[in-house]
């Protein structure tokens, strides 16, 4: 069967039909979820239900049918334009999509600057060839990704991830470190 693209409503409806299970994808590449079905909420027909993949727990979004910019079934793909989206908490209303509004890094900057602790410092916990080691470093944590050094260890090292502190009733950020 052939490929269908959103200029053909009737193709993609009758594509959607098998398409249960099929990876959905945003324009920008971007995984968004898996296709559950042509949802008829409002008696209309015209949205599709996605099982919409998130870091703990998913749930059902619905986005207008006119979204589908394409349904590929032998790659089990739909790709959609996940600019406005329609979301069942709190009732049946439209909203912007929350992955437009900030990237990754953002959204970790704006974690690290909400955080009740000592802006002026943070913990580093490092992982070594003897060991683990937490200690306390001056000014904001770096951001993931980045290398930094520490002046009681040679090399430089990744900071893999940012997260609160290991230490009981410690508000701080924690950057965990890996060499580099």
Known sequence: MD??????????????????????????GKRVGIFIEVADEGGDGERIAIRHD???LWRRELFPLANVTYVHPERRLVVIDTGVYVSEENGVHEVEHPQAERD?????E???ASGNGDPGRH???????SGYE??????RPPSPGSTVSVPEHLGSFLVMKLGPSPLPNDDR?????SPD
Not at 3 to 28: E, I, K, N, Q, T
Not at 123 to 129: D, H, V
Not at 134 to 139: H, K, R
Not at 173 to 177: K, P, S
Request: charged letters at 25%.
């Open 123 to 129: 913990l580093r916990f490092i992982s070594t060839t």
């Open 110 to 112: 704006s974690y690290v």
């Open 54 to 56: 998130r870091v703990f």
């Open 104 to 108: 990754w890094r953002g959204r970790i």
């Open 134 to 139: 937490l200690l306390e470093a001056e000014g």
């Open 173 to 177: 950020i924690c950057a965990y470190l």
């Open 3 to 28: 490929p269908a693209d959103g200029r053909d409503p009737v193709a993609v409806r009758r594509l959607l039909g098998d398409a249960r299970g099929y990876s959905v994808m945003g324009r920008d």
